[in-house]
């Protein structure tokens, strides 16, 4: 410390004061050098959907006239240092408050990290032809401060090469800076006829990620317990239906699995294209038309009630799909998708040698209130997994001809009409035309029957209903039923009716809770069946 004083002694007064103002500046650098590591440490916890903002409080900003500087005044013994140091070296950082906080005392690390900023401020303007912009005396006083602090400049200068490399093996080894997590939470309580109350929950963890600002990566972790009611009685004997299954349900006995490997990305001006492998839906690509209630985690409370499931729910997991926008108005989309069993090599299997959904939608948006779609598929289903109806509508609709090969031909048109800022008004209407494709050996001749699916739903929604975020809604519909077929092949003799009501309430950003009871009428399309009331209060966080 003497031979500090030393050197201070041996200074002209200009250099004294250009000393003095780098021992006040210090402490800024050093917080500046300091936000800079902390920043780079953490890019993986932003990654994760921390708001990068939060870090901006902590990071030292460059002045270019001391007047920005609130709390220096020109009667300060340093202000004329300063002043030389900003408008001459550009060498002084202020807080982010716009406070210099010149009294705070320093420590010789800090004063070496300004005496640093300031060295390397000089040797830009000298290297660029710029000398005469430095005085000697100031130079000559670096010189000094330099040999007197060449142990803390070292050290200095050793702490940012490793932290520039950290710095770099962190860029080099971090997956995307812009990764997002996107979750949502569900607790149900639920109940049903013939059925216990029951309370259970999923989780969905979305990682996004974005490599150009306009395209997504979706990878998705999910576990669940949500109860699936399908088992009732009819005068105590029992049958199964999936008329009354939730419209969130999932079990995977709590454990994570992934369920969603997609990625979207634009092609051109005027398209943008899906790829996937695990997860990819129908209701992905194509455009639903039912804004209110598709959204499991907020829509219906019922898996009818959300769209029409023979449309939306066709074999599906793994493909690709193209949404061209030619004008404003019109959509046009593409799709070729899988099953999940697309990565087997044997069997029903594969891309192409098992299920499959192939088919385009033509949508038709004239203002921002009207949704007028219609869609076509062409669906296969190899005999072990028929489901037609997609796990809704009566046990026959799902198979019509048992568990033996079936394609079909799916066509569907829906609407959606906002009247006003209070109600909209919407709906839609499905029909299957079933062919079987194979039978035993002993029943060739069953190739070729045909059946025939009909399902409908219309809907009003009341948006903000008694506050902004609430939603009340009312379902009504037909969910799928066989209405005609080939001799030999079951029809639905009577009719069932989906009624539907619910009311989510927004009590927060993050938070919502939505008591809904929807009724089944003559379950099964069986008119001897009575009526199934299933309730529940779904309670979904955000995060």
Not at 41 to 60: F, K, R
Request: some cysteine; aromatic content about 10%; charged content about 15%.
């Amino acid at each position: 410390m003497s031979m500090f004083k030393s050197t201070i002694k041996s200074l002209t007064a200009s250099s004294v004061l250009l000393t003095a103002a780098i021992t006040a500046s210090v402490s800024v650098s050093m917080i500046a050098d300091s936000a800079s590591a902390q920043t780079a440490n953490q890019v993986n916890v932003a990654q994760l959907g921390q708001d990068p903002l939060a870090q901006q409080n902590t990071t030292a900003q460059n002045v270019t006239s001391v007047s920005q500087l609130s709390d220096v005044q020109p009667t300060d013994w340093a202000f004329t240092a300063l002043q030389s140091l900003v408008e001459r070296y550009g060498c002084i950082a202020g807080y982010p408050d716009r406070t210099f906080r010149g009294s705070r005392a320093t420590t010789r690390y800090e004063f070496a990290a300004g005496l640093n900023a300031c060295l390397d401020k000089m040797n830009e303007l000298i290297s660029s032809g710029l000398a005469d912009k430095v005085s000697k005396e100031d130079l000559a006083a670096l010189q000094k401060l330099q040999e007197e602090f060449a142990a803390e400049l070292a050290t200095l200068r050793g702490r940012v090469d490793s932290l520039e490399a950290k710095t770099a093996q962190l860029e080099a080894q971090q997956f995307s800076t812009t990764t997002k997590l996107n979750a949502r939470a569900i607790m149900s309580l639920s109940g049903a006829s013939d059925n216990n109350v029951t309370v259970s929950g999923r989780v969905r963890l979305n990682f996004d990620t974005s490599f150009t600002g306009k395209d997504r990566l979706r990878t998705r972790l999910e576990a669940g317990n949500i109860t699936r009611f399908t088992d009732f009685k009819n005068s105590g004997v029992p049958y199964s239906t999936n008329m009354a299954r939730l419209g969130y349900d999932t079990n995977t006995n709590n454990s994570f699995e992934l369920t969603k490997l997609t990625y979207r990305f634009p092609v051109a001006n005027f398209a943008t294209a899906w790829v996937g492998t695990t997860g990819m839906s129908i209701d992905d690509i194509f455009l639903t038309g039912n804004p209110f209630f598709e959204d499991s985690d907020n829509g219906s409370v019922s898996r009818f009630g959300r769209y029409d499931p023979t449309i939306f729910r066709g074999p599906e997991g793994a493909g690709a799909g193209l949404v061209f926008n030619p004008s404003k108005e019109f959509t046009f989309t593409a799709l070729y998708l899988a099953d999940s069993r697309a990565s087997e090599a044997t069997g029903q299997g594969g891309l192409t040698n098992g299920a499959y959904s192939a088919g385009a939608q033509l949508a038709f948006t004239p203002s921002r209130d009207i949704i007028i779609a219609a869609e076509y598929l062409r669906t296969f289903e190899p005999g072990d997994r028929v489901n037609l109806s997609s796990s809704t509508g009566s046990t026959i609709s799902s198979r019509p001809f048992g568990r033996n090969d079936t394609s079909a031909n799916r066509y569907g048109v829906q609407l959606n009409w906002r009247v006003a800022k209070w109600l909209a008004i919407g709906g839609s209407v499905g029909f299957v035309n079933a062919r079987q494709e194979s039978a035993s050996a002993t029943q060739q001749a069953n190739i070729g029957r045909t059946a025939d699916l009909l399902t409908y739903n219309v809907n009003l929604a009341f948006p903000d209903l008694l506050g902004e975020g609430n939603l009340g809604g009312i379902i009504f519909g037909q969910q799928p039923r066989v209405t005609s077929a080939s001799s030999g092949v079951a029809t639905d003799s009577g009719t069932s009716y989906h009624l539907e009501g619910l009311f989510r309430l927004r009590l927060s950003k993050n938070i919502s809770i939505t008591p809904g009871v929807f009724v089944i009428f003559n379950p099964n399309h069986n008119n001897n069946n009575s009526s199934i009331v299933v309730g529940t209060v779904r309670t979904t966080f955000t995060f």
